[in-house]
């Protein structure tokens, strides 16, 4: 039985980590196999959007304890600057990804959901930042990004007392963009997927790009930055299309070109 699962659907590739009895927590063979999918991903023209879950009660409980006991300073940086970098692929595929989060989100598996483009919980889904119980810190794009999503205060709540928050709270704060019942998420999950790719996807792409790269940059960087992606998708003929089917009064037929 493979540790991660994939299938590919109407344009969707669905992953599902598959370690129900270590509650899918991230082995580096794991990562490494979600390395390989994010990079396929990126350049598959088959592949129009990723999905990830997990089976059974966990989303993903985070990093590999076992692995994590074994660092000193020297493998503990490149323990933490590997996981960054599987997380940064699924963070700049140039297409949308959705974390649909069945249950614990914790460590390492917080961090994994962050590096989504959207999120989506389980009602039931439970989320936390616990690694300085263990006398650690994220190492996987934790403080940052959570920082981003739910502001500095939050971040420094979550990391410092390592406690946990429910799917609730996780919405109200910004962490994941809706809540819905577990036997509803897949398909709930999909049809958000499903209303982005019935989008233009350059004109997807280029809000990916300017909102990652634009946020650390000052306001007038920022503004050139979409400045020149809105130039870009000028030129498109889904730009074309797009405005001539509103003209139309018609569905525009996107084609990413």
Not at 201 to 224: K, N, R, T
Request: hydrophobic letters at 45%; charged letters at 20%; glycine letters at 10%.
């Amino acid at each position: 039985m493979a540790d991660v699962e994939q299938y590919l659907d109407a344009g969707i590739l669905n992953i599902t980590l598959n370690r129900p009895e270590k509650l899918n927590a991230l082995s580096t063979d794991i990562l490494a196999i979600l390395e390989t999918i994010f990079l396929d991903a990126k350049i598959n023209p088959k592949i129009r959007a990723v999905l990830i879950t997990g089976k059974g009660k966990a989303f993903c409980a985070g990093a590999d304890i076992q692995r994590l006991a074994e660092c000193d300073t020297q493998t503990g940086y490149v323990f933490s600057k590997y996981g960054q970098r599987v997380f940064r692929a699924l963070e700049t595929l140039g297409k949308p990804s959705l974390a649909a989060i069945n249950g614990y989100a914790f460590g390492g598996g917080c961090e994994l959901a962050m590096a989504a483009t959207l999120r989506v919980a389980a009602t039931g889904a439970t989320f936390g930042q616990p690694e300085v119980k263990l006398g650690v810190i994220p190492g996987y794009g934790g403080t940052q990004r959570l920082a981003r999503l739910v502001g500095k205060g939050r971040a420094l709540d979550l990391c410092l007392t390592g406690r946990t928050i429910d799917a609730k709270q996780a919405e109200a704060w910004g962490l994941v963009n809706d809540v819905v019942e577990l036997e509803n998420l897949i398909l709930c999950s999909q049809a958000l997927l499903k209303r982005i790719l019935a989008v233009a996807p350059q004109a997807a792409a280029s809000v990916m790009d300017v909102i990652d790269a634009g946020y650390d940059l000052s306001l007038a960087e920022a503004f050139e930055l979409e400045a020149l992606h809105f130039a870009k998708t000028c030129a498109t003929q889904d730009k074309i299309e797009g405005v001539t089917a509103f003209l139309e009064k018609r569905p525009a037929l996107f084609r990413g070109k």
